[in-house]
């Protein structure tokens, strides 16, 4: 039987943003071979808890809401989106049981920044506030709505990641997102950066036998064109069939 892979609705304000984002992560899921499973963002935590019970993975997808910054206790950043606050208890639901289960997480753009937070990490709110001199200009990270590449990002040699995409070279992403890692959570580590001002693209898990992953990029956009992206979802559903 094919394994069931949770997704939370991304937005619970923005329907429109959901309706449109959503079809492409569940596509990409069955390309690889799982069954998308909609998670719903409305209920009791306990309605929620059952709708993803039977799931043996979890993808925590992207959105154009920005993480509560008081939950890594930081003051907000007038550039700083609207928190959703049910997506997040959501996707502190879906991780609680991701880790108390040990199913499989993936975790994009929004994803990487839900998952790093709530393993106790912090988010730089606006990337190009954080970087010095003229070093924002060099990459807009936020290119991806409208090319099919914003940049390039570089794989740590002998990753999780690595091994999936099968290169240590640079990778050509989609991106879209202003913010992202700074301080890393409790058993994650670092394994891709954009190379042109080091802004962290990638986590991994440390536990070698929990299949916990996390990109900056949109592979769900890219699965046609792009070996890489499609191996990024068959890793997923192939950890959650095990």
Known sequence: M???IAIPVPHSLDPDYAQRAMPQYERAVELAGGVPVRIPLYGTAAEITRSFADCDGILLPGS??????AKFGAERSPRTANADLRREEADRLLLRDAYEHRKPVLGICYGLQSLNVFCGGSLIQHIPDSLPGETPARVNHDAG??????HTVDIEPG???AGIVRTEAALPVNSSHHQSADGIG???RVVARCAADGIIEALEGTDSDHFVIAVQWHPERSVDQDDASRAIFRALVEAASG
């Not at 154009?64 to 910054?69: I, S």
């Not at 709505?145 to 914003?150: G, I, L, N, R, Y």
């Open 159 to 161: 990753s999780r990641l």
């Open 64 to 69: 154009n809401a920005d993480v509560d910054p």
């Open 2 to 4: 094919p394994p069931r």
């Open 145 to 150: 709505k409208t090319v099919a590449v914003a």
């Open 186 to 188: 409790n058993a994650l």
